[in-house]
């Protein structure tokens, strides 16, 4: 029975990194380049929530969409601001560069505005959840909402990109920017909304991440960052369902083997797998083969 | 007044005049071809007329308007379309939904509009499958309307690829290289694609050509470039039986 409730709890972790890694592989796959600065948004998206919830109206659905909004501003300013001036820069490592330097500013400028004590988050959640088997099985409110939160966002993004023409924009760029151009396709524009939705969905992961995990700092979304980018990987960079199944692997492995194996060496283990993923199927599980053009 | 205009345009590249002091006047409803031996310019004379290269010197109008210094999408926008010497659809897409692609520009709805398909998504959506459909009738695709692009056999591959870019409803069609690795049989199909587009949508056409039976079999009028200045202007048979051009292509004696 325990075994049941630590798998679901890394379906829920799991859940997590998976909607942090969309945002990595949508924003590799049609602007060819790793935002590391993404998981920074992921913070600034629970110090929003944070301050709403603490300060101004308490209401945390308000604090929700504000942080969804803040973070999905954040994200089209950055790649405005930071990324687009390079994007035809003569070398990727740039803009990779660059992205570092955001993700440092972000988290010195939280620093500097909230101070490095550890604040503690009361969860966006507040149902307490199920139990089942007569108490034996207890499964939290705030992680059956978050797996159902990650089902939700798949099934949108899937009919946004297959059943929309701004999705379709997306698949255009994404495999021929130059071509879409000529086809009279805004890449900017394309581009300026893909930041959009990864960033909103950096908020909405960083108020479930923070209400399974409930303590604030400014470094909070570091380590989270890079397992999504770990999972992104993993399942394929560039593709959707690639990041879900990577995300949702990670989470599982990352409790199972924090619960039976040691927690000290639980991340060992993650970051072992992706070495190993990447020696036997560089492209990961569902990435596609990329030709050089000659 | 001419639909294609172009005066006195040229690009270096360093050092290099991959184009220089080009000029040429298309009518609407010509068809018409641009030829020379490899590395004349020819393509690049494509991407200055697209925006994807900027000129350092010369005017280009279309129907009267200046686009020389517009960009690419507002060039697409403005009525030129083309295709690639090497296809470059988008592969992994339906043969459909490249079309669509197209079509984007001329069907508007919100993308919440279409997570949601309520407003006037499904309108749009219906109104692009058909335009989408017509076309595709038209190249002889529409029984392949879901096949994934990179399966379709490479002939009709060049026929998407015409037909994406009929889709943005161009006033000027760019067809650079459209026989490139074609055998006879695929060739002559290809110039029966082209005589089409030319009567369903009285296009006018520039085609980049190194097929000598293509290009004498449907182009009206030629210009022959030559280390990226104009060798001969002219109609299609005086131009070919040239001297001058004649050793362009096969050396001298």
Redesign the interface.
């Known amino acids: 029975m325990s075994f049941l409730v630590y798998l679901i709890n890394g379906l829920s972790l799991g859940s997590i990194y998976a909607i942090i890694a969309l945002g990595y592989t949508m924003v590799y796959g049609i602007a060819k380049m790793l935002n590391f600065a993404h998981g920074d948004f992921i913070m600034v998206g629970c110090y929003v929530i944070f301050t709403i919830c603490s300060t101004l109206s308490g209401n945390t659905f308000v604090g929700i969409i504000a942080a969804v909004i803040l973070c999905t501003l954040l994200g089209v300013t950055t790649e405005k601001v930071a990324y687009k001036p390079l994007r035809g820069a003569a070398s990727p490592l740039a803009v990779l560069i660059t992205a570092i330097g955001v993700s440092y500013f972000l988290e010195n400028l939280a620093l500097l505005i909230f101070g490095a004590d550890i604040k503690s988050f009361s969860s966006v959640v507040a149902w307490q959840g199920l139990s089942f088997a007569g108490g034996d099985l207890k499964i939290q409110g705030v992680t059956i909402v978050t797996i159902l939160t990650s089902v939700v966002i798949l099934i949108?993004l899937q009919?946004?990109i297959h059943?929309?023409?701004?999705?379709?924009?997306m698949?255009?760029v994404a495999?021929?920017k130059?071509?879409?151009?000529?086809?009279?396709?805004?890449?900017n524009k394309t581009i300026s909304?893909t930041f959009a939705i990864g960033s909103a969905l950096a908020a909405i992961a960083g108020a479930l991440l923070c209400s399974a995990y409930p303590s604030l700092s400014p470094y909070l979304g570091a380590m989270p960052g890079i397992k999504a980018f770990v999972a992104a990987v993993f399942g394929g960079i560039g593709s959707i369902p690639g990041a879900m199944i990577g995300g949702l692997v990670l989470g599982i492995v990352e409790i199972l083997s924090r619960t039976y194996i040691s927690s000290q060496l639980s991340d060992a283990i993650v970051f072992g797998i992706l070495i190993v993923v990447l020696l036997v199927k560089p492209t990961g599980l569902l990435g596609?083969k990329i030709m050089e053009?000659v | 007044m001419a639909l294609l205009q172009v005066n006195n345009l040229s690009i270096a590249f360093g050092g290099l005049r991959a184009v220089d002091d080009f000029s040429l006047e298309i009518e609407k409803g010509e068809l018409y071809g641009l030829i020379g031996p490899n590395g004349a310019g020819k393509t690049t004379v494509f991407n200055l007329l697209?925006g994807?290269y900027k000129p350092n010197e010369g005017i280009i109008r279309l129907d009267g308007e200046d686009i020389t210094r517009k960009n690419?999408?507002e060039i697409?926008?403005a009525g030129i379309?083309?295709t690639?010497q090497?296809i470059?659809?988008?592969?992994?897409?339906s043969v459909i939904?490249n079309v669509?692609?197209?079509?984007?520009?001329r069907?508007k709805?919100s993308?919440i509009e279409?997570?949601l398909?309520v407003g006037r998504?499904k309108a749009m959506?219906k109104a692009?499958d058909e335009e989408a459909m017509k076309l595709l009738k038209v190249f002889g695709l529409d029984s392949e309307r879901d096949v994934l692009a990179s399966n379709l056999p490479y002939g009709k591959q060049r026929k998407l690829e015409i037909a994406?870019?009929m889709?943005?409803s161009p006033k000027l069609l760019l067809l650079d290289e459209p026989a490139a690795g074609m055998n006879p049989n695929e060739t002559a199909e290809l110039m029966e694609t082209i005589a089409l587009v030319r009567k369903e949508f009285n296009m006018t056409i520039l085609l980049i050509e190194h097929d000598m039976k293509l290009v004498s079999g449907i182009c009206e009028k030629l210009t022959v470039l030559n280390f990226g200045r104009v060798l001969k202007q002219g109609e299609t048979k005086e131009v070919l039986d040239d001297p001058e051009v004649i050793k362009a292509y096969l050396g001298e004696d």
């Open positions: 949108v009919l946004f059943k929309t023409k701004e999705g379709q924009a698949l255009a495999e021929d130059g071509a879409a151009m000529l086809m009279g396709i805004n890449v909304l596609k053009k | 697209t994807v690419t999408i697409n926008h379309a083309r690639f090497n470059r659809l988008f592969h992994q897409m939904d669509k692609v197209g079509l984007t520009e069907f709805y993308g279409g997570v398909h998504y959506e692009m994406r870019a889709a943005t």
